[in-house]
């Protein structure tokens, strides 16, 4: 059926363009309701932030060893509190939590959830793009008992849908679930996403990367030859938000690759393999990208521990193979 785009809401998207996808139920629709209210709750909190008593730090410090902001934790708090009692969901896996909210081992809680709920927050109180991420699997149907870690740790080719929040000049969600990546822009008029583009494709080829440059000297060979080599061309620009979510989103919309390579001192980089490097990988390749850590394909790596890091290499087909290149 033909998507009528004013009227269109994720949930009614993602069951009328179910293709094969053998999760589209209204009971998967109802798992991703909880992520839209959480967003749209965490949406309205960031464009008052500066009103209320809701910026700066904790004083906390994460199981990454960054500084927990006040709005991560809300952010955390407000996606677990609406994910955590939709019947299908068994377990919830957070950035901002060392360990895994098990919500309930019965078979019936078949879907896990992890997330970033903010993603790029070291600019929230600078009023700069920030983002949530999200990753759903469905518990190891080749088996795993109840051993939570085993449904946890599974190659992000097993997502069965992913996506991301960014809160911008607008909010946007993009969603894949292995059926084409889809955008929703929230009228905060009405307080819904409606949808706004289907079946985005990430141009092919962009003469933009996206890169902390500060850390060059410490990058990998290949990379640093790369980046050589595309300033001496003198036909890219440079653009780097410091949010992932932003700069992937400009990505994906624009063309380019965005790179978080390893550096001497950490040689996996600082991006999340399985809330931020899948999601992405997952969205990028449903729009025609790549996604790669330099070696493997970011879908195919298999993940030893629930907050392990991963160099990340994503964006359009040809720039991302041209980096391998070098
Ligand atoms: P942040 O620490 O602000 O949450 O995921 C972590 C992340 O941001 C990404 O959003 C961003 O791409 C990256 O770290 C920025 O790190 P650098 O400051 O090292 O460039």
């Given amino acids: 059926m033909a998507a009528e785009p004013l009227t269109t809401t994720v949930e009614r998207h993602f069951l009328e363009h179910k293709g094969h996808n053998p ?9 991703l309701s909880g992520i839209t209210l959480a967003t749209k709750i965490i949406a309205s909190y960031i464009q008052r932030a500066g009103l209320l008593e809701i910026m700066g730090a904790t004083g906390r ?30 377990i919830l896996v957070s950035e901002e939590d060392e360990e895994p909210h098990v919500i ?4 019936t809680g078949k879907y896990i959830i992890l997330f970033d709920p903010l993603d790029g927050s070291s600019n929230i109180n600078a009023n700069v793009s920030i983002g949530t991420i999200f990753s759903i699997l469905q518990r190891d149907p080749a088996g795993g008992g ?32 292995g059926e084409g990546v889809h955008m929703f822009t929230l009228d905060p008029s009405i307080g819904a996403y409606l949808l706004a583009r289907e079946d985005v494709r990430m141009p092919p080829a ?21 980046l050589d080599w595309a300033k001496d061309t003198g036909t890219y ?37 399985l809330y931020e490097a899948n999601p992405l990988a997952f969205v990028a390749e449903q729009a025609a990208g790549l996604a790669t850590d330099g070696e493997h394909r970011i879908l195919d790596k298999q993940p030893q521990t629930m907050h392990e890091r991963t160099p990340l ?11 391998l290149s070098f």
């Fill in 61 to 90: 410090i994460n199981v990454q060893g960054e500084e927990v902001q006040r709005l991560d934790k809300f952010a955390n708090d407000t996606l677990v509190r609406c994910l955590g009692y939709r019947g299908n969901i068994g």
């Fill in 146 to 177: 109840k051993d939570v870690m085993a449904h946890i740790l599974q190659p992000g080719r097993n997502q069965v849908a992913a996506g991301y929040v960014v809160y911008g000049s607008s909010t946007v969600l993009a969603y894949t679930a």
């Fill in 237 to 273: 620009s440079s653009r780097y938000i410091g949010s992932l979510v932003a700069d992937f989103h400009r990505t994906l919309i624009r063309g380019g690759v965005f790179l978080y390579p390893g550096t001497k001192k950490s040689p996996s980089g600082k991006l999340r393999l």
């Fill in 23 to 31: 999760h589209a139920t209204e009971e998967f629709s109802w798992l």
């Fill in 206 to 226: 962009g003469r933009i990367y996206s890169v902390n440059e500060a850390y060059h000297s410490s990058f990998p060979g290949q990379i640093q030859r790369y």
């Fill in 313 to 323: 290499i994503i964006g359009s087909k040809d720039e991302v193979q041209r980096v």
């Fill in 104 to 107: 309930q081992e019965a078979e």
